[in-house]
């Protein structure tokens, strides 16, 4: 298993589907985020959950809703999003508590609203 | 709120030469973290190298090596003997320590290619 696994890899969605990726780390990282990677624009951090405690919510619209069950696992759950949603998104693991260390990425999921 | 800018979107550079890309930053603390990261077509990101501001020593992996300033703000990588297998968006990131997490601040990329 890699550090860093998202499902799936490619998803096409209607604007009023309801669909969700799921992230999960086996790095035993107590930290998990969400980034968003659009074409032509830097990455954009969206959440990070700290010991399965979300601490940061860089004013994601409520259409993006994050789960953190344990500290192995991330969703993002995607219900009526816009065409502008499409991008690629990426889920990072990091050893939270005092800070410091670098991130470590999954492939991402390459997301399509049509 | 910190900003990270690469001004270069492309670059190109034939196998087993040298090339620089270039990175600025701005922020108002004093202790904080700098990285770049390769994103291959697979879309992988990877850690290339890290620096610590509290450092003077520029850090080196390997071929990588980047050229720290801090009173100017600068960052640059530095890969030698470019392989083609070097060929990726690389991304210049700014990090500050804080307790909860690492947030990263990413710039724009650019988009290296190895010529053979």
């Known amino acids: 298993e890699t550090g860093v696994t998202q499902t799936p890899r490619h998803l096409v969605m209607g604007m009023t589907n309801k669909k969700s990726l799921k992230c999960e780390q086996h790095?035993?990282?107590?930290?998990m985020y969400w980034y968003k990677q659009s074409a032509k624009k830097p990455l954009e951090l969206m959440f990070v959950y700290s010991l399965e405690e979300r601490v940061e919510n860089n004013s994601v619209p409520s259409r993006f809703s994050p789960e953190c069950p344990n500290s192995s696992h991330l969703f993002l759950h995607l219900h009526t999003l816009q065409p502008e949603d499409s991008a690629l998104y990426l889920c990072?693991?990091?050893?939270?508590?005092?800070?410091?260390?670098?991130?470590?990425f999954g492939q991402g999921t390459r997301l399509t609203v049509v | 709120a910190q900003t990270v800018t690469q001004s270069q979107p492309e670059m190109s550079v034939q196998e087993a030469e040298t090339v620089t890309l270039s990175c600025t930053y701005d922020?108002?603390?004093?202790?904080?973290?700098l990285f770049w990261y390769k994103q291959p077509p697979s879309r992988q990101m990877i850690l290339v190298i890290r620096q610590e501001a509290y450092k003077q020593q520029n850090a080196t992996e390997n071929r990588f090596s980047v050229n720290f300033q801090k009173a100017a703000k600068s960052f640059s990588l530095k890969i030698s003997d470019s392989q083609l297998g070097d060929t990726a968006m690389y991304f210049c990131a700014f990090m500050t320590r804080e307790t909860s997490g690492s947030r990263l601040t990413f710039g724009e990329g650019t988009q290296l290619t190895v010529n053979p």
């Open positions: 990072a693991s990091s050893q939270g508590q005092g800070g410091g260390t670098e991130a470590f």
């Open positions: 790095l035993g990282h107590n930290a």
């Open positions: 922020t108002s603390e004093s202790n904080y973290y």
